[in-house]
């Protein structure tokens, strides 16, 4: 006679699916494509191919052994792509801090990237674009409101150094902190430069103003003062060159 099956079940109705690395049977809400369980992503698959959506009745039916686990979070039973192009105003919604939006932002980021790469559509557009619009926008108010995020300065003093930096990702030799106000303008930690916007310029740096083109915090960082871009290998192109630049010329504590 065949074993009692013990079946995890996450929902009242759903997907009928076996993790194929910690070996759970489980019925998950409809498409999941994440393991609740060991949180490995792709490693679902069909417990039996002839009961593929099943309900807890069914279950029963077949003399399962119901183990009731809690209601999962989204995040819990959907990969980040899922959420990323489904979930976006819950994603969206869900970091708290500045720097949580950030990583948030950059994990998207790395989807974009792939996506890139795997369909050869090399558009400046694509699938994830939403979903980190969307971040880049609540970023921007995080900044506004003066929360910070980090600006990895390296201080670098010779080709040398800079050229490590871009081979072989040298770790900051300091964080700096980057926050902005309701007016736009920009605090190194802490100390504030203040911004006019100027279509002139990309970027021109006074002595104790920047003027910019660039409307937004949040745009002036990606594309001046963050390592990593928001669209995957869109990364910043001056990093970081012009990141110690400007760094240098805020930070009086650092500029020996
Ligand atoms: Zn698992």
Redo the contacts with the bound molecule.
Sequence with gaps: MEKTMTVDVYAISGDFVT??????VMLLPHGADK??????EG?LAWTDDSLREADIDSLLERHCNLHQEKDPQPEEYLSLAVLATEYIPYLVGKPQTARETLALLLDTGTLFEKYWRNTRCFRSENIYTPAINALLDKLDGKLKAGDAIPVEYQDCRSPGDFFRVVADDRPAKEEVSFSSDEEGNYYFNGRKVKVENSDGYAYRLLKTKIQTSYRRPVDFYFRFLARFGPYGTYGNAYYPSITDLICRCYLPETAK
Excluded: E, M, N, Y
């Design positions: 993790c194929s690395d910690c070996g759970k393991c609740p369980a060991c949180k490995k490693c």
